[in-house]
């Protein structure tokens, strides 16, 4: 409200001190005083007012306004200053979830040694990943774990190159997925020509000595002379007939020829499928009819049986046939670059193979207690950047005591080893947490 000096005046004279003002007189005089409306300040009719905005922070005396001269609600966030508000005036337990932006809190507002973790193989906040996974131990000792990857399959590879030379009656033995050795026993009978009844016992005086001979694989056939001097038995009539096919050499420098009571027996020196004797008529001078021996004359004639064409010849897909046949659902065997592989079915923690102590073991390439184990793949992108990461352990298992003590071992990079002291086949959470290669 603006008021003139010479109003002032007027007022001062219309109420003295010492009198009661009456409001309305005051009024009436100040018109007829010459006082009239000024800044924010109204005179209509009588009637004094002031007008909207003519209060401003100028009238106000300090404190004048406190808080039961504010209505609830009244004041909103943009009547409060930046940084108004202090510790001070927050209320305990004032601030919940609800009062917290997403990505408000940083490595930055945490206290040292409280770790911000990001979720697995997403951008690193402060560059350590955690990796979980519930495994299951192998039930023997060591399960392996990859860093990196899925969970793969017990797997062993011979140290010879076929063909080998199996021996019947040898033994490879084989422990798949802690299922019990599975022996392989190797087996095979030899090729035979049996001569017929009837049979010459005394070739002293006989001039033909000749007859022809196939032996296993030998393509072609192949002329067998004898000298019957001294020939007088059984006995050294099929002596004399041995020497005799054993100087043609190669296939035929084992083969054996025995008189058994009334007829002759040639037999291959081979066991396997391929083990054969053939026996004809020579050309000329032929003996065959005199000692009752080649299938024109009676003779019988029988291939051989086995685990290979020819056990001194097998191949590593004859081999590795026969060990998978010992348990198809537990393993799977293949022929690479001329050595065996084995490979368990099923892959992780339960995978395992464990060579036995068979008597077939070195020539095949193997040896006793050669073990491997499936791993159990973490699944990250990458192997750890080094050896230094965190691994916990933690069974899980209904039974109390089902494992007295699970430990770590041989940390590196791309994995590390899970040793149990009684080994036995159980669940295993596993965090790992470290810094990722790039």
Not at 210 to 224: M, P
Not at 282 to 298: D, P, Q, R, V
């Amino acid at each position: 409200m603006a008021i003139s000096d010479a109003q002032k005046e007027a007022l001062r004279r219309m109420c003295p001190a010492s009198q009661t003002v009456d409001l309305g007189q005051l009024i009436q005089d100040a018109e007829a005083g010459g006082m009239t409306a000024g800044t924010g300040l109204d005179i209509t009719d009588g009637v004094i007012s002031i007008d909207d905005g003519g209060v401003d922070t100028t009238q106000l005396a300090a404190d004048a306004v406190d808080g039961t001269k504010i209505a609830d609600d009244a004041i909103d966030t943009e009547h409060i200053a930046d940084d108004a508000v202090e510790t001070a005036q927050i209320a305990d337990s004032a601030v919940d979830t609800d009062q917290i932006a997403d990505g408000a809190v940083t490595a930055g507002k945490l206290d040292a040694g409280i770790a911000l973790v990001e979720n697995p193989l997403s951008g690193p906040a402060v560059g350590e990943k955690l990796l979980r996974k519930q495994i299951v131990l192998a039930g023997a000792n060591p399960t392996n774990v990859a860093i990196a990857g899925a969970d793969d399959a017990a797997t062993l590879l011979g140290s010879e190159d076929g063909p080998f030379v199996l021996t019947v009656g040898n033994t490879f033995i084989v422990n798949p997925n802690g299922e019990g050795e599975k022996p392989w026993t190797v087996a095979g009978t030899a090729g035979v020509s049996t001569g017929d009844t009837g049979c010459s016992e005394d070739m002293t005086a006989e001039t033909d000595t000749k007859f022809r001979i196939k032996v296993d694989d030998a393509a072609d056939w192949s002329e067998v002379t004898c000298d019957w001097a001294g020939c007088n038995s059984g006995a050294l009539i099929a002596a004399q007939m041995q020497i005799a096919i054993r100087a043609l050499l190669g296939v035929y420098e084992l083969v054996t020829v025995a008189f058994s009571t009334d007829h002759y027996v040639v037999t291959s020196a081979d066991f396997g499928t391929g083990s054969k004797v053939n026996i004809t008529e020579a050309l000329t001078l032929s003996c065959t009819e005199e000692l009752k021996i080649g299938n024109n004359f009676g003779a019988s004639e029988a291939a051989g049986t086995g685990d290979a064409v020819l056990l001194s010849a097998a191949t590593a897909a004859e081999c590795a046939a026969k060990i998978a046949a010992l348990d198809a659902a537990l393993i799977n065997t293949a022929a690479e670059a001329g050595k065996i592989r084995l490979n368990a079915i099923g892959a992780g923690g339960a995978s395992s193979l464990v060579v036995g102590d068979g008597t077939e073991n070195a020539v095949l390439g193997f040896t006793n207690l050669q073990a491997d184990y499936g791993d159990v793949g973490m699944g990250a992108g990458h192997d750890m950047a080094d050896a230094t990461y965190t691994v916990m352990l933690t069974p899980v298992t209904d039974a109390p005591g089902g494992v007295d003590t699970i430990s770590v071992h041989n940390k590196a990079v791309g994995g590390f080893d899970i040793y149990a002291e009684t080994a036995v086949a159980i669940p295993v959470d596993v965090l790992v947490i470290g810094v990722l290669a790039t």
